[in-house]
Nanobody, 117 residues
């Protein structure tokens, strides 16, 4: 069983920046990809960004050009650099680990990011 721990959330002003971190621990199971999701009140959880073991990245259209996902090698920690933050980026941000179908996905507990003046 892999545990994921997020950190870095908090209150930030519009236009500001924030860096989230997520570290995996507890197992040597191979992680195929890790992602950041977010969920705002009243909304469904949505994918923000993904990085694969091979280094490929994918971003939601709403964050392209503003957010950057990075990862350690081997893949067991990820980061999300968030720039030019907007109030609509306010959400709980969750870390996810995908084992390529060999094991159930793992989720972190989430970290709150609030963008407000």
């Amino acid at each position: 069983q892999v545990q994921l721990q997020e950190s870095g959330g908090g209150l930030v002003q519009p236009g500001g920046s924030r860096r989230l971190s997520c570290a995996a621990s507890g197992s040597d199971f191979g992680i195929f990809a890790m992602s950041w999701y977010r969920q705002a009140p009243g909304n469904q959880r949505e994918l923000v960004a993904t990085v694969t073991r091979g280094g490929s990245t994918h971003y939601a259209d709403s964050v392209k050009g503003r957010f950057t996902i990075s990862a350690t090698n081997p893949l067991n920690s990820i980061y999300l650099q968030m720039n030019s933050l907007k109030p609509e980026d306010t959400a709980v941000y969750y870390c996810n680990a995908d084992f390529g179908g060999y094991f159930p996905e793992s989720w972190g507990q989430g970290t709150q990011v609030t963008v407000s003046s």
